[in-house]
DNA sequence: CCTGGCACTCGACCATCGAGAGTGCTAACA
DNA sequence: TGTTAGCACTCTCGATGGTCGAGTGCCAGG
């Protein structure tokens, strides 16, 4: 047996209907839909074929059918037709980001918020990724007599602090030379270049080699803390809103993958480079998110770094809005963050 | 009708019977406990009374008796002995806090982590509180030809940064000597009077009074973010286990209060200065949180700066416990952050 | 003043039942 | 041969009603 016109026909609508009112479709339902000129009973053997076939589920013996996550992945890759993002939509993204916004942190944190806010699914965001990023400055700033931070800016306008352990004897002019010869070592290498060049400064130094240290120790620390991964999560509650977080049990596995940004931040790093990446109930590799689907796209920030945006829901998932207002979101930041 | 000796015993014992077990108390099972001599009827008769003097309530006719916010109010004013910190909580706590943590931050975010671990209830914690800082030090880094990062660096080491556009005329150099003109014209001031200050300085100024308007915008917008208040928010999923939130409208309630900053941040800001403070349900002004209990403590930065860590949970909260984790995890922080 | 006893109340639990939605199958029709 | 109407069957859901047990209030006796 195989898919015809027909088959393709019955199955949009099944999930169709299934996307907007999450109740197990029967074949009633879709004949009274305009466009399907059939009775029911061609419906019913029609779904008893795609039941064959592994594209729908049933929950009983006689019950309506619902879709497997095998029919999802047919409907997003074949069936979906992305429309433009709705004109309420792009205006709200708009006018949320637009609000004055002078870092990037910020801008993630309320991106992540809007979406959750249009969509009604949670929201994950990450902060640009700092691999490909090449270091522009480092400066040692006082903060007190035998402390300094330790301020590193990257291309893109991407900025890292911390603070660290000085010398007391060390005056803020003093800093601010050995700034100047650090940021003249520095500049334009990628973070991962910086090791070896400061193996390289370590030779021919004899003073301020405990300094030197702690500076590189904040570089590679912010890297570490980096690799672990900045994950805004926005509208973690609206989940509760669908019918199948009425489960106390699942909503409480799902909340609390989404506090553990060990678990979170893989999933999202994985999406990385691609344009957008849809992974529906099992495909994703978390077994606690075995029934829920996660799209993301990527966006850019300048020609080097970039991060992900995702929304996360239901299988049952409208896919083909949540995919516009995403996309359109990725652009938006793309083009906020590069006019820095 | 007045409270004695024995009505006391009771209350104790059915909150103490309610805290553990969320069911609503009988007077057979207040009779069994140890140390209560007196026969179920008795035990009746004083409930009866104490349901009389608003200490209790009663779901419905015939099942135990609920302890009322009245009641709960009693308790951790008199009833309630503040045990000290149970060893392997002490030792969870210092175990989290001195992982390396170069930032602030990071000790904050950490904080609400390890305190909703270990209470199981939803944790919350702010950053400290910039109201009385001094400004140490104001410094421009350029970041590129024509932006520059302001830094502007407070007594107790807490940093804010923002990046400005500058003229493209001004080198590193030139930024330099106005950073060093800044911190000498700024230092010690607290940053309310920065903003008179600098009406002094645009007087006998001619040029570069735009960059200088663009660092005040800087310091300002900085402290009303701080007015917005920073406030992490750990185990949020915890809600969850414990049965009053079985309902999940109840729990999209209170999920939607974590996630909004501006409920949250006043909520924790109004405890600030106290040593601690333990709201009780219909006590706390959030209409939303009229059935959960807010115990907060404050932990210091130096002299001049705090903030304020607290736990939120339902009513039948266990005070004592939460009340010594809070104050020792308080103590803790206060000592980590002072040493810097 | 305390306590045992007793009648009463009320929610939780369970079984039963009918309605309704949906199915699969068969037979008739175009 | 594909489509449809009809029919018996299945399963969920909600309402109904009965029983059980925990708990109460009150009274009378110690």
């Known amino acids: 047996m ?93 006018a949320y980001l637009h609000q004055r916004a002078t870092q990037v942190e910020q801008v993630i944190k309320r991106a992540a918020q809007v979406l959750s806010d249009i969509t009604q699914y949670t929201a994950l965001v990450t902060a640009p990724e700092v691999e490909a990023l090449r270091i522009v400055r480092v400066q040692l700033v006082p903060v007190s007599a035998s402390k300094a931070l330790v301020i590193v800016v990257t291309s893109a306008g991407l900025i890292k602090d911390a603070v660290i352990r000085v010398p007391e004897a060390l005056g803020s002019h003093h800093l601010y030379e050995l700034s100047q010869m650090l940021t003249n070592q520095l500049h334009g290498l990628s973070l991962s270049e910086v090791r070896r060049r400061f193996a390289e400064l370590f030779v021919g130094m004899k003073e301020n080699r405990r300094l030197l240290a702690g500076v590189l120790e904040v570089i590679e620390n912010r890297l570490e ?62 077994p606690e998110l075995s029934e829920c689907s996660l799209v993301t796209v990527g966006y850019h920030m300048g020609k080097q770094a970039g991060g992900t945006i995702g929304i996360i829901g239901p299988t049952r998932m409208d896919y083909g809005r949540v995919l516009s207002v995403l996309s359109y979101m990725g652009r938006m930041i793309t083009e906020m963050l590069s006019e820095n």
């Open 2 to 94: 195989r898919m015809d016109e027909r088959k393709f026909l019955i199955l949009q609508a099944i999930i169709d209907d299934y996307i907007m009112t999450a109740v197990p479709v029967g074949s009633r339902t879709i004949s009274r839909k305009q466009g399907v000129g059939f009775s029911p009973a061609t419906i019913r053997n029609e779904m008893s074929d795609l039941e064959e076939l592994g594209y729908l589920d049933q929950p009983h013996t006689s019950s309506g059918r619902v879709p497997s996550p095998k029919a999802y992945r047919l409907y997003v890759d074949h069936l979906l037709k992305v429309s433009e993002v709705g004109r309420e939509d792009a205006e709200r993204i708009s």
């Open 225 to 286: 803390d980096e690799a672990k991964g900045e994950v805004m999560v926005g509208g973690s509650a609206n989940l509760l809103s669908h019918p199948e977080y009425a489960d106390v049990e699942k909503a409480k596995h799902f909340l609390s993958v989404l506090e553990s940004r060990e678990k979170l931040y893989p999933l999202l790093k994985q999406a990385g480079a691609m344009e957008f990446t849809i992974r529906i109930g099992p495909e994703n590799d978390l």
